[in-house]
Structure formats: C-alpha cells, structure tokens
C-alpha cells in the first residue's frame, strides 16, 4: 500500500486554499454588469446629496417669499424660476426631496417592519392561525389603499409623522405575503429541521435561521415599495391632504404647478422630472436587485 512522501504532503498543504465567493458578492458582481441599475444608484446617490446639501449652501430659503419678484422663468439669480410667492424653486424642490424622501424610507420601514414580522409569523405557524391571519390581510386588501390612509390622516391630524405611519401602515400587506410564502419554503429545509433538533426556540428559529435566508426577496420588494409609497404621498399632497405650507413635498410642487402649468410651464415641469428621474431610478435599482439576487441567474 503506497502512502504519500512527507515533501509532498507538506507541499500540498502550504498550498493557498482559493476561496468561494459569497451569495452577496455574486450578486454584486452580477448588479455592476446591470447598467441601469448602476445608473439608478448613481442617480439615486446624486440626488440624495443634492438634497441633503443644496438647501444648505443655497443663498435662498425655502420659506423666502419675494412679492415683487412673483412668478419668474429660469435666470442666472434662480436656475429654475421662482413660484407665485417668489420663492426659489430650485430651494423648494430640494428641500421637498428631503421631505418626499424621508417619507419614503419611513414609511417604507414602518411597512417592511410589520408585513415582515406578521408574515414570518403567519407562515412559520401555519395551520389555523395562519389561515386568520392570511384572511385578515385579505380583508385590508379589499378596502381601497388612497381611503384607507385618508380616513387615518382625518382622524388623526394632518402630522407629517402621523404620514409615514398612515402610509406604512398600509403598505405592509404585500411584503406580509411575500415573507410568508418564502418562510412556508424555507421552513421545510433540514437545517431548519436540526435547529428543532437541537432546541432551538421558535422565535430563534424565526429570526436568526429563517429571516436571514430570505433577505434577498426581502430587500427587493423594499426597493420597489418606496416608489409606490412616494407616488401615494404625491397623490395626498395632490388632494391637500399631505405635506402641509410653508413646508413642500415633490407632490406640492406638482399640485401647485399643475394648476398654473398654462401660465408658468416650469412650475410643473421640473419637479415632475425631477420626481419622474427618482421613480425611474428605484425601479431600475430593484429589478437590478431582482435578477441579482436570483441565484439561478448565475452562470457559474
């Protein structure tokens, strides 16, 4: 029986040990080849900082009125006009992406927050409590989302935080039936099956073997959702029903330049462009993820 020399097997174990790849840096190397994609996040990137910045180092308030100056097109003094009031529009509109922004990502995580729990949940225990919870998301879903978040906002004050929580509050059914269909798959997995084994407790279970492997569709939904959470406050401030004067969302400037879009064109045209442009981003960033996050999308 031959046995392997002592050089050779000290060769063979001073060689490197080459290392896989992770899911996430697989996914990340197929996102970089996504064009789009990496457009939406430098998109996104740039007009976040604009909006974190520009009012900052602006010479103008958003809250600066100019009578005299009314209604003004593009100049040298103003890049995008003045409103009616003679405000800045180019102050106004960063400022409103601050806003309409900020309403996305929390109303967003106020959703992510309760649709991930309450779905984690309903699809770890299954059976009878599964089947009332599930029947209750469907109740929600028959009533109609714009009328649902106005009666909230009617009832509780018009309150820039009572916003996100309207919003919120109403936009975790979806991601509420996504984390249950991933968790009822994941459940049935053997290394779920040893974790039982072993005496894991549920809530163990729930959040530190089951969550984890489902993130990704997790993370997908999530970039979708705050474009959809966006255009709702957009179509609240619409009605007079969200952000309210002197402060200004993307969907105030929108409102208030639809109704002078015949006299002052550029009331309406730059922050729906600009509002437009930030949609279009988040949209491409999440179908980027989408296919990024797919592991049958891998070629190796």
């Not at 084994?197 to 993130?215: A, D, E, K, Q, T």
């Not at 402060?247 to 309406?268: R, T």
Request: proline share 4%.
């Amino acid at each position: 029986m031959s046995t392997t020399s002592a050089p050779a097997l000290a060769a063979a174990l001073s060689e490197p040990i080459e290392k896989g790849n992770s899911l996430w840096h697989d996914a990340w190397l197929r996102l970089r080849k996504n064009q789009l994609s990496v457009f939406g996040m430098i998109a996104l990137t740039v007009i976040a900082f604009a909006c974190v910045i520009g009012p900052v180092l602006s010479a103008y308030g958003y809250e600066e009125q100019n009578l005299d100056l009314g209604a003004s097109p593009p100049s040298g003094a103003h890049w995008l006009g003045t409103d009616t009031l003679g405000r800045d529009l180019l102050v106004r509109l960063l400022f409103g992406g601050r806003v309409s922004l900020a309403v996305g990502l929390s109303a967003t995580f106020v959703a992510l927050t309760i649709g991930v729990v309450y779905g984690a949940v309903a699809g770890f225990f299954g059976g009878k409590r599964d089947a009332f919870m599930m029947r209750a998301v469907d109740i929600m879903y028959s009533l109609p989302f714009p009328i649902f978040v106005i009666l909230l906002m009617v009832f509780f004050g018009r309150n820039i935080i009572l916003l996100f929580v309207a919003i919120g509050a109403v936009e975790w059914l979806t991601m509420a039936r996504i984390v249950r269909g991933q968790v009822m798959a994941v459940k049935k997995m053997e290394f779920i099956e040893a974790a039982r084994s072993l005496g894991f407790g549920r809530r163990r279970i729930i959040f530190r073997h089951i969550l984890p492997n489902i993130m990704g569709p997790i993370i997908v939904y999530t970039t979708l959702t705050i474009p959809g959470v966006m255009l709702l406050e957009a179509f609240l401030s619409f009605l007079g029903l969200g952000v309210q004067p002197p402060m200004s969302s993307w969907g105030v400037l929108i409102k208030d330049g639809a109704e002078k879009m015949e006299e002052f064109w550029w009331l309406l045209i730059f922050p729906g462009t600009v509002f437009s442009l930030t949609l279009f981003s988040l949209n491409f960033l999440g179908d980027g993820l989408r296919d990024a996050l797919d592991v049958r999308s891998s070629k190796d």
